[in-house]
């Protein structure tokens, strides 16, 4: 996507959030949709809109009135747009028909089938998981999810997905086993002994059987022989008590029973009334999940598996939209709080939205702990905007404040593009000093070497 591309979306992405701050729904779609036909990949774009939607109609499940006759045109161009398999015209007829109702159970289907066509795994899952929600029995669009569920590694959910079908049909045995085979790759994804070389290398049956939880986790024979036991009876003795949840939560998390933790935590948000602290540690848990489905998939895209490159990138994506999205309501909740500014201008850097990280890293550059990080970050920002006498102001600030033995890494950058900014502005003396400084703390350092050999030859 071309830059001009990409700005047009930041902006109708800033119009779409003023616009659903002021509840004005069809303005806030409008903008929304523009964003996702610019980054059909894009999850958090996805997710806005049919939030917006849904919201536009009261929730009421069945979208606008009369919804059935309104969508008989859009059937139509979703036909034709099927029979010659053009994904990008089911895509936007899918969106198409879901601006008249969110709900719809085959529309999100069909989005998703197109999505994973298309190679947008992530957001073909979100689609999925909005039909399955409309119609849970479904086992067409059930079959879909699990596969993408296990494409993507997060068998816990496969095997879920798949033991909800043998629910739908117990004759299904295909399913059955299937499902067998997910809860298979969960504990050799968990118990690294895929290859194990001897039997020694493999998990006991016992031990295989814990993990796929064929026997009773936590189970102790009395109290103080299991701190997981323990805190699963405090539960029994006062369900509602939110404090018995939190508490297994943080227990789980740090075994690093990811899945577990979140369901605690959402219980504990449920029985709070929705307290914000809680939701935030569900959002720190999802986060973490991602990041572990993330490294697994890395791990298996090292070993030459292209399915897993292309899931490794996709939940790459996945995961920098997810903290953005996260970030953004918590520099909103805590406006004091620099460190969370400054996470989320790391995030618009790495998005190449350049012009919202800048006011981020200016107040992030007011907190003692983190002035210099932000000063320098805010030198790259300014040098991607071609703003480059602001570019070597902020550098100017960074270097004083740096040490090479302390922030080599961030020394050796800020010195370089110093050296490169005066050169470009035909200050030879400044710029053989920085070059020289960075030169003595990494002698192959990109090409300094070169550049200040240039110059001192004239």
């Not at 699963?232 to 939190?246: C, G, L």
């Not at 991602?290 to 490294?295: A, H, Q, Y």
């Not at 790459?316 to 999205?325: F, G, H, M, Q, V």
């Amino acid at each position: 996507m071309s830059d001009d591309m990409r700005r047009f979306s930041a902006d109708c992405w800033r119009r779409g959030n003023e616009a659903m701050q002021k509840e004005n729904w069809d303005y806030a779609i409008q903008m929304f949709h523009q964003c996702v036909r610019f980054e059909p990949g894009n999850l958090l774009f996805r997710q806005t809109l049919r939030g917006c939607e849904e919201k536009k109609y009261g929730g009421n499940k069945t979208g606008a009135k009369m919804a059935g006759m309104k969508l008989m045109s859009v059937r139509g161009k979703l036909k034709k747009a099927q029979l010659k398999k053009d994904w990008e015209g089911v895509d936007k007829a899918c969106e198409e028909g879901l601006q008249i109702n969110p709900w719809d159970a085959q529309l999100n289907a069909d989005l998703g089938t197109a999505l994973k066509e298309l190679g947008h795994d992530v957001c073909a899952t979100f689609a999925y998981e909005k039909a399955v929600a409309v119609d849970v029995k479904n086992k067409e669009y059930l079959r879909a999810l699990a596969e993408l569920y296990e494409e993507r590694g997060e068998y816990k959910r496969a095997v879920g997905i798949w033991e909800q079908i043998t629910k739908v049909d117990p004759m299904d045995g295909d399913a059955r086993m299937r499902g067998q085979q997910a809860a298979t790759k969960q504990v050799i994804d968990r118990g690294g002994y895929e290859g194990a070389e001897s039997t020694k290398g493999v998990m006991a049956d016992h031990e295989v059987a814990k993990r796929l939880n064929i026997q009773k986790e936590g189970q102790a024979d009395g109290p103080g022989q299991s701190e997981e036991a323990d805190l699963q009876r405090a539960i029994r003795k006062e369900p509602d008590n939110k404090d018995h949840y939190i508490k297994l939560a943080d227990f789980y998390r740090r075994a690093g029973k990811l899945e577990e933790a979140r369901g605690m935590y959402q219980k504990a948000v449920e029985l709070s009334g929705g307290d914000v602290n809680i939701r935030e540690q569900v959002e720190d848990v999802e986060l973490d999940m991602l990041r572990k489905n993330l490294e697994i998939a890395r791990q298996k895209a090292g070993e030459g598996d292209e399915t897993a490159k292309a899931n490794a990138d996709a939940l790459d994506k996945e995961l920098l939209l997810r903290e953005i999205e996260v970030l953004r309501t918590r520099v909103e909740r805590y406006p004091n709080d620099m460190r969370v500014k400054y996470q989320l201008g790391e995030c618009f850097m790495r998005t190449k939205q350049f012009d919202q990280a800048i006011p981020l890293f200016q107040q992030a550059s007011q907190d003692n702990r983190i002035e210099t990080k932000a000063l320098a970050n805010l030198g790259k920002c300014f040098m991607q905007e071609k703003k480059y006498p602001l570019a070597k102001r902020q550098f100017e600030k960074a270097a004083p404040k740096l040490n090479a033995n302390d922030h080599p890494d961030l020394f050796r950058e800020v010195y370089y593009w110093l050296g490169r900014l005066c050169e470009a502005a035909g200050d030879k003396e400044s710029a053989e000093n920085y070059y020289s400084e960075v030169l003595a703390v990494d002698y192959n350092y990109k090409d300094t070497l070169k550049r200040l050999e240039d110059l001192q030859s004239g």
